[in-house]
């Protein structure tokens, strides 16, 4: 059956899982000690705005794991789940492909149409689009994606483990 995300929020091509955590390295082992998961490519970078965000992403069959942690201006979106006393990790969104631009074009003017809140969005052509949907009653966020031809060479990078 063919369908995609013009059939509802959850029918876009799902294939990550992230997590928020305030200890990345501690985070990244407990998945390796805990649940198998022993090597992860990084991606780190200092955002305009004075914040950061590290993230660890590894490929476990065909779902990305996603391990963030970000600190600074601009940030509180990914750390409003965490406890501020004390190692946590917790899960922040599932992940959408979307095959184009023009559906995840038409999509984000759905979402926006019937009020969703966005409350995080960016990205770059050649890289990656993004937004986020609040999905409040499930507890957590929703985020799309359409790739670009780098952002398609860097999670074909993303070791599988």
């Not at 942690?69 to 940030?75: D, I, R, T, V, Y």
């Not at 770059?124 to 670009?148: I, N, Q, S, T, W």
Request: aromatic content about 14%; glycine content about 10%.
């Amino acid at each position: 059956m063919t369908s995609g995300p013009q059939d509802g929020l959850l029918r876009a091509e799902h294939f990550q899982i992230a997590y928020v955590t305030n200890d990345l390295d501690r985070a990244c082992a407990v998945f390796g000690e805990q649940y198998g998961v022993k090597a992860f490519s990084r991606l780190d970078a200092d955002l305009p705005d004075m914040g950061e965000i590290h993230i660890r992403l590894a490929w476990v069959g065909g779902v990305m794991l996603e391990l963030i942690q970000a600190a600074g201006p601009g940030m509180a979106f990914y750390n409003d789940r965490l406890p501020a006393d004390a190692f946590a990790i917790r899960h922040h969104h599932f992940g959408y492909l979307v095959d184009g631009v023009a559906p995840w074009e038409a999509l984000r003017r759905r979402v926006e149409a019937e009020g969703r809140p966005i409350p995080f969005e960016g990205g770059a052509e050649a890289y990656m689009r993004f937004f986020y949907v609040e999905a409040a009653d499930l507890g957590h966020y929703l985020e799309y994606f359409v790739l670009g031809p780098d952002g398609i060479a860097f999670f074909e990078s993303v070791p599988a483990t």
